[in-house]
């Protein structure tokens, strides 16, 4: 199949690419240019905001599959509908966890991707999403709105919403967030986390990949919870993190202020019972956690004794 994938240069982004061209799909790559694509990958340069520059770069392409891995605002998604409505028939969004950011429950409950009604959302593609603070602020916020433009009738592809749990593993992962606690286990330092701190719903970075490459080749529609089988808990990727650095965790509870990553106030934990009804076999965290929190622990250790080499 000849697929596009918007975006994806870094992370889990760049392991789905590995995966599509290793199924033997023609894959190419559309960005800004900021950062270049592996050997191999045909590379198209356009600012995705800008829809005249999408017309042009894509002037006369068309595409089995298209993969957004960016999509952040209602305004991104409506240009994508009007932009792709006729050189793709089938659209796969990134989407995220955060879309259930209202969501909790008291009785720990799995959320069912059912509990969004995406026909229900109000949508607003004004300016203040051009603001990256604005946007950045509202990260669940956008996500939820770019969905409902994809679900509003007459939508003219198929089109699937892969909802992504918190993701682990990786020496690349940008994120900071098990930098976060490393730091502050081997130093020490108390960690910060809400009086009743609810688990959550993750996915090892290799997996949630193969995810989407297998998403690629369904067939399915609508939202789709992606996520190892398994609950996580702040002290769960702490004890991992124990293990490498022999640190030992200082919880400090607070009832009100800034708390730590993967902390929560709230149970908004997803069910991913659809995926595997759709015929998806995930991983249990509780399998892949050593790994991810070795990989992503293992790059900082490197950084840090490379960094006071050079010094």
């Not at 659209?91 to 991707?113: D, G, I, L």
């Not at 190892?228 to 009832?255: N, P, Q, Y």
Request: net charge negative; aromatic share 10%.
């Amino acid at each position: 199949m000849d697929i596009l994938v918007i975006g994806g240069n870094r992370y889990f982004g760049k392991r789905l690419i590995a995966l599509l061209r290793e199924s033997g799909h023609r894959v190419a790559v559309l960005n800004r240019g900021s950062s270049g694509t592996p050997g191999g990958i045909e590379h198209l340069v356009a600012d995705r905001d800008d829809e005249a520059a999408l017309e042009s770069v894509l002037a006369g392409r068309s595409f089995d599959v298209v993969v957004d891995q960016v999509c952040y605002t209602p305004r991104q998604a409506e240009i994508a509908r009007r932009v792709f409505g006729t050189r793709t028939r089938r659209y796969v969004m990134t989407s995220t966890v955060e879309v259930y950011e209202y969501e909790h429950s008291a009785a720990a409950e799995r959320v069912a991707e059912t509990a969004l009604d995406l026909s229900s959302v109000i949508v607003d593609t004004g300016p203040a999403w051009e603001d990256p603070q604005f946007r950045e602020e509202r990260y669940g916020e956008g996500k939820r709105q770019a969905e409902a433009v994809f679900a509003a009738p007459g939508a003219p592809f198929a089109w699937t919403s892969v909802r992504v749990a918190h993701v682990l593993g990786g020496e690349d992962d940008f994120t900071g967030r098990v930098d976060h606690y490393a730091r502050r286990i081997r130093a020490g330092e108390p960690v910060a986390v809400p009086a009743v701190n609810h688990p959550a719903t993750y996915v090892y970075v290799e997996e949630i990949a193969a995810f989407l490459a297998w998403a690629v080749e369904a067939e399915f529609t609508g939202p789709v919870n992606a996520h190892s089988h398994g609950l996580l808990s702040t002290a769960d990727i702490c004890a991992a993190i124990e293990k490498l650095t022999g640190g030992r965790t200082v919880f400090r509870e607070v009832e009100v202020g800034e708390v730590s990553p993967f902390s929560f106030t709230r149970f908004y934990g997803m069910d991913n019972s659809r995926a595997t009804e759709l015929g998806y076999s995930f991983g249990h965290c509780a399998e892949w956690l050593p790994r991810a929190v070795a990989e992503t622990v293992g790059a900082m250790r490197f950084e840090a004794t490379d960094a006071g080499a050079v010094r």
